[in-house]
């Protein structure tokens, strides 16, 4: 089974501090992407990444910046953290070796900004 | 622009049928996925079409209409841990992105 783990599932943070969020998963996936959800706005694609060091922003990357050094590993960086960033973080992974190319998700961090 | 529209709420009775309908106005369109998010978990994969018609799993099916960017997922023999969120997405451009709607909470009751 393919699994998709984040740092922490719940954080609080104070306006201004530097925020990591770490996303590993176990199966060699190529492509990973990190999503903020919010209530009645669904799922909104922040970065994602289709090979180690490769980024590409997604519809609302501003505020945030992303790592990827390893292949299974994709950190989330809040550079200075404000309140409207608070939020429930999703990470997911996919492969196209997979019947679906389907997304994997984490089970999410939700992380709050005093 | 990118829209994706499936309603907010939705109640059903237990072991009744239920269908949850979700159009989409993409600029690209490579697939469209179905997931479903208990509350507080991940959300995770429920059915894939991309080519017209219907695919069934189970109790669970879902049908795709590309010249009428319309879908839906119907869940038969509702049980009570099918009270969930059910979220609707389009692949559109390149890397496997996906656009997402804002989902729909079922809520099954007794």
């Known amino acids: 089974d393919v699994k998709v783990t984040q740092s922490s599932r719940y954080l609080v943070k104070r306006t201004g501090e530097k925020v990591f969020l770490e996303c590993v998963q176990d199966?060699?996936?190529?492509?990973m992407f990190w999503y903020r959800q919010d209530p009645g706005l669904g799922l909104r694609l922040i970065y994602f990444?289709?090979?180690?060091?490769?980024?590409e922003k997604g519809d609302i990357p501003e505020g945030y910046s992303v790592s990827r050094e390893k292949k299974e590993r994709f950190s989330l960086i809040l550079e200075s953290a404000s309140t409207n960033q608070t939020s429930m973080y999703l990470c997911?992974?996919?492969?196209?070796?997979?019947?679906?190319?389907?997304?994997?998700f984490g089970p999410g961090t939700r992380l709050t900004v005093l | 622009g990118q829209n994706i529209d499936q309603p907010t709420e939705m109640t059903a009775t237990e072991g009744a049928i239920v269908q949850i309908n979700c159009t989409y106005q993409?600029?690209?369109?490579?697939?469209l996925f179905w997931y479903q998010q208990h509350a507080g978990e991940a959300p995770t994969f429920l059915s894939y079409?991309?080519?017209?018609g219907l695919e069934e799993k189970g109790r669970f099916s879902s049908f795709l209409s590309r010249s009428k960017g319309y879908s839906y997922l119907l869940l038969k023999e509702l049980q009570m841990k099918d009270s969930a969120s059910y979220l609707c997405?389009?692949?559109?451009?390149?890397?496997?992105?996906?656009?997402f709607g804002a989902g729909t909470r079922l809520a099954v009751h007794p």
């Open positions: 990444s289709y090979d180690v060091k490769m980024k």
């Open positions: 993409t600029s690209g369109f490579n697939g």
């Open positions: 199966m060699d996936h190529e492509n």
């Open positions: 997911a992974s996919s492969s196209l070796l997979a019947p679906y190319n389907e997304q994997f």
């Open positions: 997405a389009v692949r559109s451009g390149g890397y496997n992105k996906l656009i």
């Open positions: 079409n991309v080519l017209d």
